[in-house]
């Protein structure tokens, strides 16, 4: 990897003049993600931008709480704002969400991973986890059929990376010693510890969800923002600007 310059920790980072939000993981928390919006846009209101601020959703919409389908609507909705520019990362779950629609056997391990209150929040039948194969095969096709054709569109077009300035949005994490450009899909989606317990330093600041954790972390080479919505009733995002950082949150 190439060595971190020192302008951003002698300065502190750039955004390159840009408002960002970065947005944990949302987790089918519908409620939350639209009470968010409701400070992210006043807080957005009172300053004068040349440029629409940005929205960057670092993944993990669906599993785990009851709203899969309406947080991807809202996500859909908000694509459409010309107010804001909108950059939707994929997360793991989405991962295993499009492996389950490629290959039913994907099912049981997904169930495992909340993917059972997806299915629900389409309306497909949810089979027990230790369901035969034949069960989980027929809620593939329930959930392909079910799919609108947006939210198939929406999920094929999930980013890996977003880079502004001094900061790339990861959903997991990135892995030290691999340039931001030679990461692979798996490491991005998926890294945990190798990533939150490395002393390198890394390109950019990295902002990422995935691990959650009860408060925000707010470091000087990455930044998490995972609270855990699904379980804690917490969704929080940080807005950037420049070197400033402010932390926003819905509460349930």
């Excluded at 993981?25 to 409701?38: K, N, Q, S």
């Excluded at 492996?99 to 997904?110: H, N, S, T, V």
């Amino acid at each position: 990897m190439p060595p971190a310059t020192d302008d951003f920790a002698r300065l502190g980072p750039t955004t390159d003049g840009r408002l960002i939000y970065a947005v944990g993981d949302i987790h089918g928390r519908a409620d939350l993600l639209r009470a968010l919006m409701v400070s992210i846009r006043a807080d957005a209101a009172m300053r004068a931008l040349e440029t629409p601020p940005v929205l960057v959703f670092v993944g993990d919409y669906v599993d785990r709480g009851s709203g899969s389908r309406e947080v991807i609507d809202i996500l859909i909705e908000l694509q459409a704002d010309p107010r804001f520019e909108v950059r939707t990362l994929k997360g793991n779950h989405e991962d295993v969400l499009l492996d389950f629609l490629k290959d039913a056997r994907c099912g049981p391990a997904w169930a495992g991973f909340g993917g059972l209150e997806t299915l629900r929040s389409y309306g497909a039948q949810a089979p027990q986890p230790r369901a035969r194969h034949g069960e989980w095969k027929e809620a593939q096709r329930a959930l392909a059929a079910a799919l609108p054709h947006s939210h198939q569109v929406f999920l094929a077009r999930l980013e890996l990376m977003a880079i502004y300035g001094d900061y790339a949005f990861v959903h997991a994490g990135v892995r030290a010693g691999a340039p931001l450009g030679a990461q692979s899909e798996r490491d991005l989606l998926w890294i945990r510890e190798e990533f939150l317990q490395t002393t390198e330093r890394f390109e950019k600041v990295i902002v990422h969800g995935h691990t959650p954790d009860v408060e925000p972390f707010l470091g000087a080479h990455r930044i998490g923002v995972d609270t855990g919505a699904y379980a804690t009733g917490v969704l929080t995002a940080v807005r950037l600007m420049d070197s400033g950082r402010r932390i926003i949150q819905a509460r349930s």
